[in-house]
């Protein structure tokens, strides 16, 4: 076992773990964000998604050992109190799920798309999700989602503007 120091959604996590021990396994598991998905065992499906030092990653090809030391973001600390994030309120005002397993890791890529790209064009939007599966909406209320919401994030930090 190895002793982990992890800030996750603002709070410090100290915990033991396998070495081998994934970091959504973990966030999961041992400090109950279990509002981050796991969706496939092949790395494709991007319902893990989180953000490591301001950094999307999918949360199941990193090691909790690699994230010693480190914050992570997940989409239960998306939230202002009561406040939903502007990307988390674009995706309910524009119907941009279903059954809504995609959407924790739809709405990490798409703060990190609007970080990275504050007005994205339709094709951009759909270039910096094409690693988030979804099996149900068929994309357009999603992209729609992201165009609701764009000029809403503050560049590099995942904060409402
Ligand atoms: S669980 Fe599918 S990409 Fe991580
Ligand atoms: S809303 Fe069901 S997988 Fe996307």
Known sequence: MTQVSITVDGTKYTDDVEPRTLLVQHLRQA???????????????GACTVHL???SVKSCTVLAVQADG???????????????HPVQRAFHES??????????????????LLQENPNPTEDEIRNGLEGNLCRCTGYQNIVKAVQQAA???????????
């Open 31 to 45: 400090i109950g964000k279990t509002g981050t998905l796991v969706g496939c065992d092949t790395t494709n499906c």
């Open 53 to 55: 030092d301001g950094v």
């Open 70 to 84: 480190h914050e992570v973001l997940t989409v239960e600390g998306l939230a202002d109190g009561g406040e939903l």
């Open 95 to 112: 119907h941009a799920l279903q059954c809504g397993y995609c959407t924790p890791g739809m709405i990490m890529q798409s703060i990190a």
């Open 151 to 161: 000029g809403s994030v503050a560049a590099g930090t995942g904060a409402a503007e």
